[in-house]
């Protein structure tokens, strides 16, 4: 079993239950499990044109998804790629039909066809208004016999389904659906077959290889073509699909059957609008999982003729969720970039004692280089000392460019120098920290109570905690000690980062995929350099 | 190239633009392409917070697919499975941002969380009020250093969108957000893993097993579990959240992580529902595909605690299709199954002249067997003859209780005889063709216009025209004819029947499937035995 079901006996009653149970109760079903599968709204009174569909399982949501206000009144469904039984379509008809007569929705298959058709006289024999419309709209063969029911179908069950909730009498909707028949062109293509509930998936396509004009039951396509993309595969279908179509403007309806990913489905929609027939697609249903042929990593494209009153019945709102709606096509809506990307340099200016000061920093990471780096190997990459010098061999090249006379935008500037010099994720973390420390003190924080705001946010988007093994371990306590100055911060930083030795299990940053045996009696390297800092800044 | 892309490089523009050309105009893009991928609210007018979400591609509809009304103003799209740059997060929310500010909801992902987090700092120095949220659902392990953001990201889109909409301002909205993300648990199982655009899907999981645990990223799941069947796999899963859940009702996100068929979803959905905290369950959001990785073949389960804030917040309406909707959980709504299905026997009456002359056509086919056996082996299986004899049998074993005496309800209890009696299509067929009768006779038909109305709605049915080598090339014009007497009825239908030999492409039925070759030369059996019937009664 590769499948989320239980047995093959019994998934169609239990999806059909899971179904029912999720839809706030809209829907109910007879009371005839295991052989009558009949799905109904609840909220139907009988009082117009009841549309009844159905037909083997294995293609949802049609048609059980489809039933609701403004689609379908019914769905009869069989097992997985098999008719229902007479009296279970019977049993649909004699449910939902009132005085105003029952429209059986059918896909051209013989058992289709010929159980709903008996069920149709059966019906009548009761004196029931019963009218049947049968859906060929696949195109796969130019002369096809009898052309398959596919995806095309939704097309009758939707406009159908309007002109019913508007309360058209049987004559008219049966009209409007065997002219949605007449006009609807269907043809689908695949990159697989599709899996049998229980079953292992046949491996008929070759790599390189689609199957193009295929139905919704796991049969062979009409041909095997080569694939190479999605821009030559939906070509290929709107070649086809191109001789079957008249002047003007049409719907699309663009199914996924069933295992291709949105992502492809949206890179198919967009292929589809940029074809050959792309100019004669005014408004698009979909791309959605409507009638699917089980997990077939399939497509397949409908198309419809529009006139006003398909477009009216295609725009009413309906109840069922399955039915995506239906958009008019738009061009991409493509608006320029906002003002702010690229980042106002600030105005340099002089402050000789912080340019001092700084260039005293940045000196101390270059000479840490080789011991951070050799204690990063210890429990990681070996990178940190490369990391925090290489930053401060940037900052320090950039010092005369400093707004230093002016802290607020110094700390912005300083996040500015180092996002856009200093890689990974310490850069990014670094470049918040100062970043938010001036955005803080631009709101009036003291120059330190800005840095301990930078350390919040880098807090929260980082989500590192103290005692997490990382040089929040010393600069928290170090910020925090800064106001009774140098001393007491210096000695914090030495504890936190001392204590980092001890923490052999890291939740956040890189040493938390590192073992224990690893982290043991090694300061973070980045509690070290905080650390070091502090002391050289203690030192004087 | 398995899937329906055109290039790894170009896969998630072509999708996005795919997108919003079906997205009737309601969605639009910067300026940016290829770094900058941001979606956004063409309606939107900067008059509330601003939601922006957003991430690695390859979890559609997650995010873009959930812009609109009621939900985000923004979605910024990395790659796939990439977190997007700062420059695109901060472009998002430049974008979208007015005076009410603006809500980023971040996935707990290290890139996610240090782009989004840089990118709000950036936006916060031009005066923007922002915020951030990050969304940490995942409960695979028991004390994850870092919980994923997984599916349970929507229910925050959905509840945060709510309030937004509503105009609450920006503290509102992220309590709101906090606390949903404080609140809400998640948990996947997959059976599969995904497939990378472009690369082979990894094949990591053995049959008859299944991964718990895992994440959106295709990365293994925490402990690989024996697969049995669906109950088996929800009920562990269910298992695992239990111990996450407090009492009180709860709202369950059902998602499909790309590749499990709807009908295994509702499998699912049931399972879930049934599970041990079904009855902690009462509402539903899907099952559908929300947040998924591609085309995993797995679910996840996300749970929330309700209360009325939320439930009105998850109740309110938004304009993405992607959205399913939340409904209460209900009972499965049976109905009893109608009247009607069992059909009513006719109140048997006698016509000595009518017994007798059925009796004789009975007697005809039973005796015709052999040779429509032998002439069906021609061109099909050699069981047309035993069909119809079997048929006469039973219906002659019938006379006795027939309504011999009524015309109309001869016919349909021939009908209901036959479609009880005999199999297979033409069962079906015969059954129709009789019951249809019945219904015109009832209307007013006289006996011989009543079986043509019969033969339409056989037509109807079955599909089959006059030339398509079926019985109908002998039964229409027989009864064309039969106004005038058996004898021209017989003469048009042997005629019909013999130029069945010359038919050798079938369109309808079972011969429609046999090669030229075998048909050439040979009667129609159904035909066949039109013409000997009308010949045995034009003979007396």
């Known amino acids: 079993m590769t499948q989320f079901i239980n047995t093959r006996d019994t998934v169609v009653t239990e999806a059909i239950d899971g179904l029912l149970r999720a839809a706030g109760g809209r829907l109910g079903r007879l009371d005839g499990y295991p052989h009558i599968k009949v799905v109904l709204r609840t909220d139907w009174n009988r ?5 009844v569909s159905g037909g083997g399982s294995g293609h949802e949501p049609a048609h059980a998804g489809f039933v609701g206000q403004g689609m379908l009144a019914a769905a009869v469904c069989g097992d997985v790629f098999a008719s229902p039984s007479v009296d279970a379509v019977l049993a649909g008809i004699l449910a939902v039909t009132g005085p105003a007569g029952c429209l059986l929705i059918v896909k051209n298959y013989t058992g289709d066809r010929l159980n709903f058709g008996l069920a149709a006289e059966r019906a009548r024999a009761f004196g029931l208004k019963v009218a049947m419309v049968i859906v060929d709209d696949d195109v796969a063969l130019p002369d096809l016999p009898q052309p398959r029911g596919v995806a095309g179908t939704l097309l009758v069950h939707k406009i159908a389904g309007a002109l019913a909730e508007d309360g058209a009498d049987l004559d008219t909707v049966a009209a409007a659906a065997q002219g949605v028949i007449d006009g609807v062109v269907s043809l689908g293509m695949s990159l697989s077959t599709c899996t049998l509930p229980g079953a292992a998936r046949e491996d008929r396509i070759p790599a390189g290889m689609a199957e193009l004009g295929l139905g919704i039951h796991g049969e062979a396509g009409v041909e095997q073509v080569p694939f190479a993309d999605a821009r030559g595969a939906m070509g290929m279908v709107a070649d086809r699909l191109a001789g079957h179509l008249d002047a003007g403007p049409h ?41 699917t042929s089980l997990d077939m990593r399939g497509f397949s494209v409908s198309l419809l003729p529009l006139d006003d009153a398909r477009r009216a019945a295609l725009a009413a709102p309906v109840a069922p969720a399955a039915w995506p709606g239906c958009n008019p096509v738009s061009a991409v809506d493509v608006r320029p970039l906002p003002d702010g990307l690229v980042p106002i340099k600030p105005m340099p200016s002089a402050d000789p004692a912080r340019r001092a000061y700084l260039a005293k920093c940045c000196s101390l990471f270059m000479g840490m280089e080789s011991d951070l780096n050799a204690l990063d190997a210890k429990s990681g990459d070996g990178d940190t000392g490369s990391t925090l010098a290489g930053a401060a061999r940037a900052l320090d090249a950039a010092l005369d460019r400093l707004p230093l006379a002016d802290l607020t935008q110094l700390y912005r500037a300083i996040g500015l120098e180092l996002s856009q010099t200093m890689g990974g994720s310490s850069g990014v973390l670094l470049a918040i920290f100062f970043t938010a420390a001036g955005d ?13 705001a930078g350390l919040d946010r880098v807090q929260q988007v980082g989500g590192a905690n103290p005692g997490d093994r990382t040089m929040v371990d010393a600069l928290m306590p170090a910020l925090d000690a800064l106001d009774d100055g140098y001393g007491p911060a210096a000695a914090a930083a030495r ?46």
């Open 47 to 51: 009082d117009r044109v009841a549309l």
């Open 251 to 291: 719907v699309a309806l663009l199914n996924n059957l069933g295992g291709a990913t949105p992502l492809e489905m949206s890179v198919l929609a967009e292929e589809l609008l940029a074809s050959g027939i792309g100019t004669q697609i005014e408004s698009l249903v979909g791309p959605g999982a409507l009638m």
């Open 440 to 452: 803080a003190a631009a709101s009036g924080h003291g120059p330190v109570a800005a840095l301990r």
């Open 495 to 540: 504890a936190g980062a001392d204590r980092t030795a001890t923490i052999t299990r890291a939740k956040a940053g890189r040493a938390s995929y590192v073992g224990a045996d690893k982290l043991a009696g090694h300061n973070d390297p980045g509690a070290e350099a905080v650390a070091r800092l502090f002391e050289m800044l203690a030192a004087g």
